[in-house]
């Protein structure tokens, strides 16, 4: 059974289409990058899949359980199990790095105990320990990027969703950060689904390539593919 299953899925902004009767398929531990230009649809198609949208058409089911249909969200994003990461990190200023990875737990009711256990295993996954009691104003944008990550992951969600996470740090930071992403997919066995307009982060991190233009799936394949088809 796939993880992700997406049906004839339509949606429009003010009667503008934006994805036309797009059709995906995930399976569990996949990892799939979604490439576009600016405006294909791209943060869309996420933002539907998170719940935080209803399609004007078609169906979305997670592990087999329909989500959303026509106008209805049926399954709202925080029972959904998914995993976060969007291009402005959107961690809660107020909060320490431990604050913002335990903000989650506790909303979804996690004991006290196991809040503390996975606090600890998360923050030694990411390397982030001696920044625990800083807030995000007092760390650089590395540092910021890997709280993001990790307050998505102590969720211990199933499927994790990438929108340009990446977009705004240098090219060695970047490699790195693809570099554990890749580690942590290995470690975790959450499903991937990045969004990039980068098209060698999206074959440095992805099996297979989703290419989207004007809001329908021009092309899905691996990546030796995708480079033949993109002429790179």
Do not use: C
């Not at 993880?3 to 899925?9: A, P, Y």
């Not at 990790?150 to 090219?171: H, I, K, N, Q």
Request: glycine letters at 10%; aromatic letters at 6%; proline letters at 6%.
């Amino acid at each position: 059974m796939s993880l992700v299953e997406m049906e004839g899925l339509s949606f429009s902004y003010q009667e503008e289409p934006v994805l036309e009767e797009v059709d995906l398929r995930i399976e569990r531990g996949g990892r799939v990058a979604l490439l576009g230009p600016s405006g294909s649809g791209k943060t869309t198609l996420l933002r539907l899949l998170a719940g935080f949208l209803a399609p004007r058409e078609g169906r979305i089911r997670l592990e087999g359980k329909e989500v959303s249909r026509p106008g209805r969200i049926l399954v709202p994003p925080e029972d959904r199990n998914l995993g976060l990461v969007f291009q402005d990190l959107a961690l809660w200023p107020h909060l320490t790095v431990r604050g913002n990875l335990e903000f989650g737990l506790k909303a979804r009711g996690v004991p006290r105990r196991e809040r503390e256990i996975r606090l600890e295993e998360t923050l030694a996954l990411l390397g982030i320990e001696e920044f625990a009691r800083r807030r995000p104003s007092n760390l650089s944008g590395g540092q910021r990027q890997r709280v993001a990550l990790a307050r998505a992951l102590v969720l211990r969600p199933s499927l994790l969703l990438l929108d340009e996470p990446f977009s705004s740090l240098d090219f060695d930071l970047r490699k790195r950060l693809r570099r554990e992403i890749l580690r942590l997919q290995e470690e975790l066995g959450f499903t991937l689904l990045a969004i990039t307009h980068d098209r060698e982060e999206a074959f440095h991190l992805a099996r297979r390539i989703l290419l989207l233009s004007r809001g329908r799936i021009a092309f899905q394949g691996p990546p030796d593919q995708a480079r033949s088809f993109l002429g790179s």
